[in-house]
C-alpha cells in the first residue's frame, strides 16, 4: 500500500481458483455451521495452496500457503514471486497487444495516443537500431561535461541533469504543501547516491554489496575506454563521494516522518546556506519561477553539500557527476550495456538471473514515466469493468461504516478526539477505477527510431509539468499512479484513497467469489488505506488534509503506546540472518495491516453470507475470511531480494503481512481456537489493540 509524501502501494494480490473435491482437506476441529443445500457455490478460498501438516496456531502463513509456496519457486527473470506477480503478468498481456496494436497502427496521427505509445514501444524494442547505435548518447553528454573547466560551471550541469531526469546531487521539485494544502510550494532534499539508501554505505551486512558496486562502476568506466587503473580511480573517487553524500542523509525511517522532514526557510537561508552552489542561478537554469520560501527535507544534507563544494576536489566533482550520467543511460543503451546494468541493480541487489523479455520490460518502464497515465487510459479502453467499480465502492461505504463504528467503541480514546477522528473519517474521499480528466500529452515528441531522445523528452515534459504547478492550486482530480496499476493509495494531504481499475479485475477483486473471499481480500485493501489515516504519520493529519495534530495529549500517548507494542511483534522477524523487519520504517504500514484487517473482518459479519453461518469445504465462514486474507499474501523472495527489501521497504516481507497482524487479532485467535502459549498468539500484554 503506498502513501503520499509519496503514495502508500499495494504491491500484492492474490489468485484464486475453485478446486475439486479430492482435494479439500478434512474440516478443522472448531468448524461449527450449516452445511450448504447444494454443491453450486461462489468460489471460495484455495485449498491447493494450503499445507495441512502445518497448525493454524504454529505458522498461519504457512497453513494457508505452504504447498503454494513449494510448488511456485521465484521465476529465474524476477526476484519475488506472489499474488501480485501472477496478475501483473496477466495485465502485461493485455498491455503488450496494446502497445504491438498500436505499434502496427497505419492511421495513427501525430501526438495521439497511439502513435506516442506505440512509437516509445518500437523505439524501445528494437535492439537493432539499438545496439547500432550503442553507446554514443551517453558519449556525447560526457563530452560536454568534459568541457566543464571549474565548479562555477557545476550548478549548471546539475540544472540540466535534473531537467533530463538524472539523479545528482540533491533532489528539488514542486509538490502540495503540508501545511497549506491547496497550494503547490517547492520542496528541496537529499539525493544523488547510487545505492538504495544511506545505509549501504556503512551498515556491516551491506559490504559484498559495497564491493560489487565499485565493480560495477569501475567496469562502466572501463566499457568507456578507461584503462583498468584509470577505472579503479575513479570508481573509488565517485564511492567515496556518495559515501560523503549519504553520511549527512537521513535513513529511510527518519525520512518518512514529516516532522522531521518539514523544514520551512526562506529563499535567502537557502542561498545562505550553500553559497558556494548558486543555488539561485540552479533556478534559473531549470526556468523555474521566483519563489519566497520553500520546504527543506534534510538541512544538515544541504551544509555537506556546500562543504564538498569548497572541500572537494573539482575533478572528484567531474568524475561523480559523470557517473551520474552514465548511471543514468547505462541501462538505455545496446544490449552489451543493458546487460551490465542488469547484473548489478537486478542481478547483485536482488537475486535476478535473467532480464525479463523486452516488451515486459517496456511496459514497467513506461508505467514508470510521464506515458504511465496515457498507459492506464489505453487499458481502461480494454479492460475495465463497471460492475466490479459499484461493487467496490459499496464496499467502500461498508468498510467505512465499520471504521466509524470501531472508533465509537474504542475505550481508550477520550471523546474530543473521538469527533476529530470521525470528521476526518467522514471527510474522506474516493477516486476509483480512472482519472474524471485525463491529462494532455500537447507537445511532448516520441520518435519511433530514437529511443534515448524518448527518454530525454519524456522526462524534460515530466519536470516542466511539475514545475509548472508552482503558485497554482492543487489539481485535486489529478491520480498518484496510472490506472492499469494493480495498486491503491491513500493520500494524507488530500485525505482521499484511490483505486484503480487494476486492482478492480479477479482474483483481486472477484464478482463471483463470495464475500468472505472478497473482504479478506480487496476489503482487506480498502480498510489499509482507510487505517493509513491513523496510523503513525497520517494520524498527524487533519481532515481537511492539512499536518495539524488534532489529538488530545493523553490520547496521542496512548496510541504511541500501542504502536511500540504492535513494533515490537515485527522487530522479532529476522527471515534471514542480520536482516530483521525495521518497525520505525515499517510502522505505517503494520498499523495499517492490522487496522485494515480489522475493519474487513467486521464489515464482512455485518453480511448476509456472514450470518447465514454456512461451512463451505469445511471451513466456517470467520475461518475462510482469514485464509483468504493469507492467501492474498502469499510470496516467495530471492536472499537478495528479501534482503533488500528489509532494508528499504516500509512494508514488512508478505509472510510477516499475515502472521504479524494475525499474532495482534482477537478475532483470528476465536476462529481458530487459538490459544495462550500458541505461536500465533501474542500474550495478552503484547497483543496490540489500537484501531
Known sequence: MVNKILPLAVIATSLVACQPKNLLPPPPQDAVGVTPESSDKPTSIDVSYMDLSIKPQDDFFQFANGTWCKNNPVPNTESRWGSFNELDKRNKATLKTILQTAAGSKTKSSGSQDQLLGDYYTSFTDMTVRNTVGAKPLTDRLDQIAEIKSKDELVGLIARQHQLGIESVFSFGIGQDLKDVNKNVAYWGQGGIGLPNRDYYFQENKQAIRDAYILHIQKSFQMLGDSEDDAKKKASDVFNFEKELAGAMMTPAESRLPEKTYNKLSLDQVVKAMPKLDFEVYLSKIGCEHFDSLIVGQPDFMKQINFMMEKTSFQSWNNYLSWCTINAYAGKLDEKWVKHNFDFYSGVLSGTSTMKPIDERCIEEITGSTLAELLGKAFVDKNFSVNAKNRVNTMVDNLLASFRMRIQSLDWMSDNTKKEALAKLNAIGRKLGFPDEWKSYRGLVISPVDYVANIDNCRSFAFKENLEKLHKPVNRKEWEMPAHLVNAYYHPLLNEI??????????????????????????????????????DNGSKFAADGSYNDWWQDTDKQKFV?????????????????????????????????????????????MTDDFKKNVIIDGYTPAQRFFIAYAQLWKINYTDAELKKRIATDPHSPGMYRVNGPLMNCPEFFAAFNVKPGDKMRNSDEKVAKIW
Not at 563 to 588: Q, R, W
Request: charged letters at 15%.
Open 498 to 535: 484511490a483505486f484503480p481499475a487494476g486492482i478492480m479485475q479477479p482474483p483481486f477483486f472477484d464478482e463471483n467469489a463470495e464475500d468472505a473471499v472478497n473482504y479478506g481480500r480487496i476489503g482487506m485493501v480498502i480498510g489499509h488505506e482507510f487505517t493509513h489515516g491513523f496510523d
Open 561 to 605: 503506546s500501542k504502536t511500540e507494542i504492535l513494533g515490537k511483534t515485527f522487530s522479532s522477524f529476522c527471515p534471514v540472518s542480520d536482516n530483521c523487519v525495521n518497525p520505525e520504517l515499517t510502522m505505517g504500514e503494520n498499523i495499517a495491516d492490522l487496522g485494515g484487517l480489522t475493519m474487513a473482518y467486521y464489515a464482512y459479519t
